[in-house]
């Protein structure tokens, strides 16, 4: 699947558009489920990005961490 939203992002980061280097964009799930690997719920972000996405719903790395 990531081939196909590298595709639909154009090697680049969804939310901010970086593109330096596509081998560390990451696949992030939208709903928080690493089982739901459909194209919807897939996002290219740059790892800046996709530890904002964690850190601003407090998942992954950031569960249980007081604000």
Do not use: F
Request: proline share 1%.
């Amino acid at each position: 699947n990531k081939e196909l939203i590298r595709k639909r992002a154009n090697d680049s980061c969804e939310k901010c558009g970086w593109n330096k280097y596509y081998d560390i964009l990451q696949a992030h799930h939208i709903n928080r489920n690493r089982n739901d690997n459909s194209l919807g719920n897939l996002l290219l972000l740059c790892p800046t990005c996709h530890q904002v996405e964690h850190y601003l719903e407090q998942t992954g790395i950031y569960i249980n961490m007081s604000k």
